[in-house]
């Protein structure tokens, strides 16, 4: 059984920047495609970057790319996301999330098995 457990979050102002780390225990993120959502208050959970098995090949979404940067470290079997120029709508729960399934749409939640416990940003304007 994978557990994913996220760290980094806080409170920052618009425009600086956090990094976010999910480290893995019980599995290798090696063997998994794994990626970032987040929750906003009274909103769904949505995705925000994933990055394929072997660290190749990353997605955004659309309202993050160019600022957010997903990257992975084997070694530490650690994921991390690099969050720049924060604004105050990136305000969310983030969460990191583990898929079994390589090839399913990478931007649907219900595809990644393993999640973990989120951790809270928060961008002041």
């Known amino acids: 059984q994978v557990q994913l457990v996220e760290s980094g979050g806080g409170l920052v102002h618009a425009g600086d920047s956090l990094r976010l780390s999910c480290a893995a225990s019980?599995?290798?993120?090696?063997?998994?495609?794994s990626g970032w959502f987040r929750q906003a208050p009274g909103k769904e959970r949505e995705f925000v970057a994933a990055i394929s098995w072997d660290g190749t090949i990353t997605y955004y979404a659309g309202s993050v790319k160019g600022r957010f940067t997903v990257s992975g470290d084997n070694a530490k079997n650690t994921m991390y996301l690099q969050m720049n120029s924060l604004k105050p709508e990136d305000t969310a729960v983030y969460y990191c999330?583990?898929?079994?399934?390589?090839?399913?749409?990478?931007?649907?939640?219900?595809?990644?098995?393993?999640w973990g416990q989120g951790t809270q940003v928060t961008v002041s304007s």
């Open positions: 019980g599995g290798t993120f090696s063997r998994y495609r």
């Open positions: 999330a583990a898929s079994r399934s390589p090839s399913s749409v990478v931007s649907a939640a219900t595809n990644y098995d393993y």
